[in-house]
């Protein structure tokens, strides 16, 4: 397993942006691709991005996609979330978790961190 915790998240309004990070501890962050999900209230948690191990692939779901950037630092065990543009309807817990794949599915994820709050106001 590998331990997760989630910061950078704040209050916004629409149009500005955040960065947000997840730094793991032990050896073993570089072994898995990362990803961030969210949950919104009252709402499932949701796929956001996806990167590979090595950081040379990313995915992301439509409604993020060209407005977020994830990215990773394996010497600094820590992942990122680029966002930009924010929307209110980006307002969620962000999560990272861990994966041995790149996917989009949620129960292939494990070791969740306590996640980040992110509000966009209009």
């Known amino acids: 397993q590998v331990p997760l915790v989630e910061s950078g998240g704040g209050s916004v309004q629409t149009g500005g942006s955040l960065r947000l990070s997840c730094t793991a501890s032990?050896?073993?962050?570089?072994?898995?691709?990362m990803g961030w999900f969210r949950q919104a209230p009252g709402k499932e948690r949701e796929f956001v991005a996806a990167?590979?191990?090595?950081?040379?692939?990313?995915h992301y779901t439509d409604s993020v996609e060209g407005r977020f950037t994830i990215s990773r630092d394996n010497a600094a065990n820590t992942l990122y979330l680029e966002m930009s543009d924010l929307k209110p309807e980006d307002s969620a817990v962000y999560y990272c978790?861990?994966?041995?794949?790149?996917?989009?599915?949620?129960?292939?994820?494990?070791?969740w961190g306590k996640g980040t709050l992110v509000t966009v106001s209009s």
């Open positions: 978790a861990p994966v041995t794949g790149l996917t989009t599915k949620q129960p292939y994820y494990d070791t």
């Open positions: 032990g050896r073993t962050f570089a072994s898995y691709a």
């Open positions: 990167i590979t191990w090595s950081g040379n692939r990313g």
